[in-house]
């Protein structure tokens, strides 16, 4: 069963920044892409970053040039670099692991909660 840990959630205030790291029990090679979604009370689970295999990234409009998406395949791990913070950022973020053929294999989930 693959096992996706993720860790650097918490509070913080506008405009400032924060880390997310998934470390991922097999090798992140394995999938066919890693993301990062994120889900706001009420709100359905939106994706906000994917990174492929081949180091593909697309993001989501409201986080470009905000956020960055970066893996490192030596340590099975994949970050979320988050900047800017906006109080609408608020929400539990989720690392995914997409294999075709499985679909997705989700992380427990993170709060992160930016205060105005």
């Known amino acids: 069963q693959v096992q996706l840990v993720e860790s650097g959630g918490g509070v913080v205030q506008a405009g400032g920044s924060l880390r997310l790291s998934c470390a991922a029990s097999?090798?992140?090679?394995?999938?066919?892409?890693m993301g990062w979604y994120r889900q706001a009370p009420g709100n359905q689970r939106e994706l906000v970053a994917t990174?492929?295999?081949?180091?593909?990234?697309n993001y989501v409009d409201s986080v470009k040039g905000r956020f960055t998406i970066s893996s490192d395949n030596a340590k099975n791990t994949v970050y979320l670099e988050m900047g800017s913070l906006k109080p609408e950022d608020t929400a539990v973020y989720y690392c995914?692991?997409?294999?075709?053929?499985?679909?997705?294999?989700w992380g427990q989930g993170l709060q992160v909660t930016v205060s105005s």
């Open positions: 990174i492929t295999r081949g180091d593909i990234i």
């Open positions: 995914s692991a997409y294999r075709f053929n499985f679909g997705n294999y």
């Open positions: 097999e090798s992140i090679s394995s999938f066919n892409f």
